[in-house]
């Protein structure tokens, strides 16, 4: 699975997923990838995000609709919100993966309860981060 | 907090990724694919582009690389095929286009944000998103210009131990 979030310079926010699925999964299988609010999601009130992993559990748990609404609701922040979910939530139900979130200011947030996420970023001024293990 | 005015963010997967099943010149390739999408996405917003535009151009440019799974690289179902799925999502007005079980349009990303644009609906799935995607003249490709070797083998492991597998364990499954 691959995926993008940004903020560009009118603070506006979007989200991309894109994924050919899991290795030897059920023809018909659908992930979370595509189901907006699981995998995929974004609004200006509150993050953009990109999930990858386990795409069952991204589904029950609606992980980047839920992020969101946690920064809506409670007013945490975007780093707040992500930890409760992919380090407290998921693993609970046995969700392995990750996702990269952006909210409307500040830096993207990356994170992923595997040993690693291939993955990326970048912000205005700063030079490319870029890892694959923890 | 840092207010920087633009960011971006892009990921290539995630799983149980040894370093040491990993060799340096796959790791190198990883690296490299993940430098360029983040250029491509970035060159949009450098210009004051939109962010809608720079995620789907940051996709594109992983969908495009075989390292990642998505478009041209993707795994394989137990059946030996193809079935890619996509979404985009438009944080300014909640837009949002999704495409699921495609198996020849080569850029699902670009088609979710036809969905998202120029459709009255919000997923379109199988024969439905291949024929949208002819209608609008998107690129399709061939079934076999999406698999490779790599998928292949991986596939026939999984099969081997009836696994099911996330994008990246022991660096076998991308």
């Given at each position: 699975t691959v995926g993008a979030v940004a903020r560009d310079m009118g603070g506006n926010l979007a989200a991309a997923t894109s994924t050919g699925g899991m290795t030897n999964k059920a023809p018909g299988r659908v992930g979370d990838a595509p189901l907006i609010g699981a995998g995929t999601y974004a609004s200006n009130r509150g993050c953009a995000v990109s999930a990858t992993g386990h795409g069952e559990m991204f589904i029950r748990l609606t992980v980047a609709r839920d992020i969101a609404a946690m920064m809506e609701y409670?007013?945490?922040?975007?780093?707040?919100?992500?930890?409760?979910?992919?380090h407290d939530e998921l693993p609970a139900l046995e969700g392995a993966g990750g996702l990269i979130a952006v909210g409307p200011e500040g830096l993207p947030v990356l994170s992923f309860n595997t040993p690693g996420m291939y993955r990326a970023s970048r912000c205005a001024g700063e030079s490319e981060q870029i890892a694959i293990f923890e | 907090m840092n207010n920087t005015p633009w960011a971006l963010a892009l990921h290539g997967g995630a799983g149980t990724i040894l370093r040491s099943k990993l060799t340096k010149q796959e790791e190198a390739r990883f690296?490299?694919?993940?430098?360029?999408?983040?250029?491509?996405?970035?060159?949009?917003?450098?210009?004051?582009?939109?962010?809608?535009?720079?995620?789907?151009?940051?996709?594109?440019?992983?969908?495009?690389?075989p390292m990642f799974n998505a478009g041209r690289g993707s795994v394989l179902t137990s059946e030996g095929g193809i079935e890619m799925d996509a979404a985009i999502m438009d944080g300014r007005n909640l837009d949002a286009g999704a495409v699921i079980g495609l198996n020849t349009v080569r850029n699902?990303?670009?088609?979710?944000?036809?969905?998202?644009?120029?459709?009255?609906?919000?997923?379109?799935?199988?024969?439905?998103?291949?024929?949208?995607?002819?209608?609008?003249?998107?690129?399709?490709m061939p079934t076999d210009w999406f698999v490779t070797e790599r998928r292949r083998n991986q596939l026939e492991e999984a099969r081997k131990t009836q696994a099911v597998s996330l994008d990246h364990n022991d660096g076998k499954y991308g």
């Open positions: 409670l007013g945490l922040d975007l780093e707040e919100a992500v930890r409760r979910k992919v | 690296r490299e694919g993940l430098a360029d999408a983040l250029r491509a996405g970035t060159a949009v917003l450098e210009k004051g582009g939109a962010a809608i535009d720079a995620v789907e151009r940051t996709v594109i440019a992983l969908e495009e690389n699902p990303i670009s088609l979710a944000r036809l969905v998202m644009e120029k459709n009255d609906h919000v997923v379109l799935a199988g024969k439905g998103a291949e024929a949208f995607a002819r209608e609008r003249g998107l690129q399709s």
